[in-house]
């Protein structure tokens, strides 16, 4: 008995062969190779998580850090779940160098896994809470010294008890601000190294000056210290720094990364029947892989063993779980329910669906919109900008007559108060959040703009046939036919490979022609069933003309087939029916104020009873793509911006000329990759909701560079006036970017 036979006959697993796991060094990392994925014969490409990025400032040193290394073709970080892709010129530059890159650059870099990057994200959480305790702790200690030494400087208290006051508050305050300040003073010396800035240079600035000036003030043992000022203001920093992160781990949940869905590992059977689970990237097209129950499948492939129903809503958008069994195709990233499962793969680390939808929303997400590189440059010009000014206001106090430690605390302030991190995650936190709500409603965007240009569009155009109808014909008024008359022609049909027949055979249920079923190219299929003779095909085939004459004259949209036997006959409509919320959606969309125009290379007649159907107005048929495209110009010239649905051949070139453009999965390739986004499922309601979530998108994108930039508009003259403390700065900087933040969670709904 095979290892495999034995899982599925239910007997014990054979002993499993171990092998490397993603993680960070520490894990067990030694072979980056197995995580390497090559894009063509020139170029590779890894996904690398990375410790250390903190803000919006760190984007850029790694990107342009990487992009100096001699091979490297691209490098993009995601804030959100700190990642970046770096993209490599084979024999040029490796994975290894990439990552000793990183290192210098004062990156700790590792293989991508969302469940390693989740853990780490956890341990980051507790060591801020463990820096955030210790600061609290040093806090209070020290306000309780700092009590006593004001009420004294106002009473009786002695030089000497005021210096042992201050001393003791030293000793309180040095180690807690060097163990508590480690998640600033880190990121800090790393930019630094680099020879780059970051915001926790100027917070560790902040925190370093105000220790070290009460030190020297406790040294020339002057009235006042600001022992208590300087762990005040780090405990606030650590505060608005674990509420960041919160945030960001509650973005990264709401925008459901796809990342999650995927299984790093699979269990591959080897040639001696012993499984051995490997990573997916040394899993190749022809391999055979173990999928127990109740495990997400990781790779495209069919079923070669076992039974088992897989929940398949990510690639059909149906929520009712599909059976499994040998000959069944299966996608990466579908659960696998109840049954052990044998599968010949046929895509794995790459190629596969889910890779694919992985793309796209890491497209939509990593992109450079418009808005984007807008706060992408205000943040990066903003580090120098705030070293600039907190020198000025410190020579300029100093101008005005001010003591050094006056003009000193003021320009900690402004270190502390203006920082870019709100301008950073203003577009950002609203792609991943936006980007996740249109995956949950059957959108995938496959362009960066695509999010902004959809919230710019007022005209709908729709092309007909497998867009506002179903991709599949129908029969059209199944209950009216006499059922034994549907069984026989449903037993015709079965024999037949034209699509209106197999339409006929899934409406009949048939799944088995007659022995003896005949086909006659461009006529019917003919067979003796019952001892009479039987034949589906062309009216004239049949002999049911007046019969295809009236059926015709009921559905002129419709294709008709025809049934004889013996001395019966049937027609039967077949057509491809409006999808179910057709007419729903058409009728909200023209509320919410959108044109819409049907444009179909169908028949007029056909073309115009869908219009009729669905409400619409204004329709053309019998359109070549160039109709189609002079069409669209005529509406561009005229102002509007056209948001084009399609998805056949003939609708590629129009998808590409419109200003955004939409396609259903079912759409042929060429038409998925000239369109900007593609909708999942039989319905139209993904249309609908890809506009609203875009509209209110691009809202919350525009008020948070608002909220970003008027905060730092009032913050910095504020600042520099010397009308805030360090502590009530902290407060500022951190509440700034939490605020943002949550703002940018309102995308995850939308409505027209």
Wanted: with cysteine; charged share 20%.
């Amino acid at each position: 008995m095979t290892a495999t036979t034995a899982i599925l006959a239910g007997t014990a697993l054979p002993r499993t062969v171990p092998a490397p796991v993603a993680g960070p060094p520490a894990d067990g990392v030694t072979d980056l190779g197995l995580f390497v994925q090559p894009l063509d014969e020139e170029t590779c490409r890894i996904d690398l998580a990375v410790d250390g990025i903190t803000c919006a400032a760190c984007m850029p040193i790694i990107e342009r850090g990487l992009a100096a290394e001699p091979g490297i073709a691209g490098a993009r970080v995601n804030l959100t779940n700190r990642r970046v892709t770096v993209d490599w010129r084979t024999g040029e530059t490796g994975p290894q160098a990439i990552v000793d890159r990183l290192a210098r650059l004062g990156f700790r870099a590792y293989p991508f896994d969302p469940k390693l990057a989740e853990s780490a994200e956890a341990r980051e959480a507790a060591f801020l809470l463990k820096c955030l305790g210790v600061a609290g702790f040093a806090m209070m200690n020290i306000m309780l010294l700092s009590v006593s030494v004001w009420s004294g400087n106002v009473t009786d208290i002695t030089p000497e008890q005021r210096d042992f006051f201050h001393w003791l508050s030293a000793l309180i305050a040095v180690p807690a601000v060097a163990y508590a300040g480690r998640p600033f003073f880190r990121s800090a010396w790393h930019a630094l190294a680099a020879r780059e800035l970051n915001m926790d240079v100027p917070i560790s600035l902040g925190v370093l000056l105000a220790v070290g000036m009460s030190l020297a003030e406790t040294w020339r043992s002057a009235t006042h210290a600001y022992f208590d000022s300087a762990v005040m203001l780090l405990f606030f920093l650590l505060i608005g720094r674990y509420l960041e992160q919160l945030m960001r781990r509650k973005t990264r949940a709401v925008a459901t990364n796809i990342a999650a869905l995927k299984a790093e590992m699979a269990l591959k059977r080897l040639d001696d029947g012993t499984l051995r689970q490997v990573p997916i990237a040394a899993i190749a097209a022809g391999d055979t892989v173990l999928v127990r129950p109740g495990e997400r499948i990781s790779v495209d492939g069919t079923v070669i063993e076992g039974q088992s129903t897989i929940d398949q809503s990510l690639v059909t958008g149906e929520t009712l779980p599909a059976a499994a069994g040998p000959g069944s195709a299966v996608y990466a990233g579908t659960l696998n329910t109840s049954g052990t499962l044998v599968l010949k793969v046929s895509a794995a680390a790459r190629g596969t669906l889910l890779d694919e939808v992985s793309r796209l929303i890491e497209t939509a997400v990593e992109s450079r919109t418009a808005y984007r590189q807008l706060a992408d440059r205000a943040a990066r010009l903003y580090s120098p900008f705030v070293h600039v000014t907190a020198l000025a206001t410190f020579a300029g106090w100093l101008l005005v007559g001010a003591e050094w430690q006056h003009a000193l605390i003021v320009a900690i302030t402004v270190l502390i108060i203006t920082c870019p991190c709100a301008l950073g995650l203003a577009i950002p936190a609203v792609q991943v959040v936006a980007s996740g709500a249109l995956f949950r409603a059957n959108v995938l965007l496959q362009s960066g703009d695509a999010l902004e240009r959809l919230a710019e569009a007022d005209t709908i155009v729709f092309d007909k046939t497998g867009t506002l109808t179903l991709p599949e014909p129908a029969l059209a008024d199944a209950g009216t036919i006499e059922p034994e008359l549907l069984a026989v022609a449903g037993r015709l049909a079965a024999a037949s490979h034209h699509p209106l027949a197999m339409a006929l055979a899934r409406a009949a249920g048939a799944d088995a022609a007659p022995v003896e079923a005949k086909e006659e190219p461009g006529r019917g299929v003919t067979a003796v069933i019952d001892g009479a003779r039987a034949r589906l095909g062309s009216a004239a085939f049949c002999g049911a003309e007046a019969e295809a004459q009236a059926v015709a004259a009921r559905h002129p949209d419709a294709s008709i087939l025809c049934l004889g036997w013996g001395e019966r006959r049937q027609a039967f409509a077949i057509r491809q029916a409006l999808r179910p919320d057709a007419r729903d959606i058409v009728e909200t969309l023209g509320r919410a104020g959108y044109r819409i125009e049907i444009l179909s290379g169908d028949r007029p007649a056909a073309v115009a009873t869908v219009a009729a159907a669905l409400g619409i107005a204004a329709f053309a048929g019998g359109l070549k793509p160039a109709d189609k495209i002079a069409r669209l110009e005529a509406l561009k010239a005229a102002g509007r911006k056209v948001l084009m649905v399609g998805d056949g051949l003939n609708d590629a070139p129009a998808l590409a000329a419109a200003h955004v453009s939409i396609s259903p999965i079912t759409a042929v390739h060429l038409a998925q990759a000239a369109a900007d986004a593609i909708f999942l499922g039989d319905r139209l309601a993904p249309v609908a909701q890809a506009l609203a979530l875009s509209r209110k998108a691009r809202r919350l994108m525009t008020g948070n560079l608002w909220l970003a930039v008027i905060y730092n508009a009032l913050a910095v003259p504020i600042a520099v006036a010397g009308w805030v403390t360090p502590l009530i700065a902290a407060l500022a900087m951190s509440g700034s970017s939490v605020i943002v933040t949550a703002n940018a969670l309102r995308a995850r709904t939308g409505r027209l």
